[in-house]
């Protein structure tokens, strides 16, 4: 079935250290996997995406890791702040036979960055 | 460029009541996605329409839930009647090219329902 599981729920680190949220999907026809950051009271913005093509994309303090034969995806953030403090979710693409596809996303992951 | 546009952003109503949200999507954006957050969770497709044909709607509740974009750029969701599980945000999102999701969702800012 159409499944994406994200670990951990809920992540607290002290400013400066690293975070790591991992995701896990059920479909090995996805090629697509965006991670979204949503702050409090706010529309999800994408922060990062990777294509089934690629194992690995990096951006300034963000990088994102894909091991198609798991079935796993991670987001890392280091040297975290406190305004990377929000709620993180990834996704992954679902093929819709020839009408491209949709995604489906994970429950979510509160990451707090403690000053 | 201007962003999704969706209205109303806060709307509270007692069960068993109708209720409409709009969105208008980024302009040229040819597919439009309407999903529903609830408290805590990831977002949930309920509809995909490519232009103003539907490319999935499996999870939309349809004794209750209806969608439309007639023209193929502005789109309605609508609830009758809700129920109290149905207090969420609905969360409009669209995207340039739909095919194998090479362009990236733009989300709208949402509306909040409350169904007391």
């Known amino acids: 079935g159409e499944n994406v599981e994200q670990h951990p729920s809920t992540l607290s680190v002290q400013e400066g250290d690293s975070a790591v949220i991992k995701c896990t999907y059920s479909d090995s026809a996805s090629n697509y996997f965006p991670w979204y950051k949503q702050e409090l009271g706010k529309r999800p913005q994408l922060i990062i995406d990777?294509?089934?093509?690629?194992g690995e994309k990096k951006d300034q303090r963000i990088a994102v890791t894909l091991n198609k034969t798991a079935k796993h995806f991670s987001l890392h953030i280091t040297e975290t702040q406190p305004e990377d403090s929000a709620v993180y979710f990834c996704a992954a693409s679902i093929k819709l036979g020839n009408q491209g596809g949709k995604l489906i996303f994970g429950q979510g992951t509160e990451l707090s960055v403690k000053p | 460029e201007a962003g999704v546009a969706q209205s109303p952003r806060y709307k509270i109503i007692e069960k068993r009541q109708s209720v409409a949200f709009w969105c208008n999507p980024i302009?040229?954006?040819?597919?439009l996605y309407w999903y529903q957050q609830i408290l805590g969770q990831g977002p949930k497709l309920l509809i995909q329409?490519?232009?103003?044909?539907?490319?999935?709607d499996s999870q939309l509740p349809k004794d209750r839930f209806s969608a439309e974009r007639l023209k193929g750029v502005d789109s309605t969701l609508k609830i009758q009647p809700a129920k109290l599980e149905d207090s969420a945000v609905y969360l409009c999102a669209s995207s340039l090219i739909q095919g194998q999701l090479n362009s990236p969702l733009h989300f709208g800012n949402g509306t909040r329902l409350t169904v007391t």
């Open positions: 329409f490519q232009n103003n044909g539907v490319v999935d």
């Open positions: 990777i294509r089934s093509n690629v």
């Open positions: 302009s040229g954006h040819a597919t």
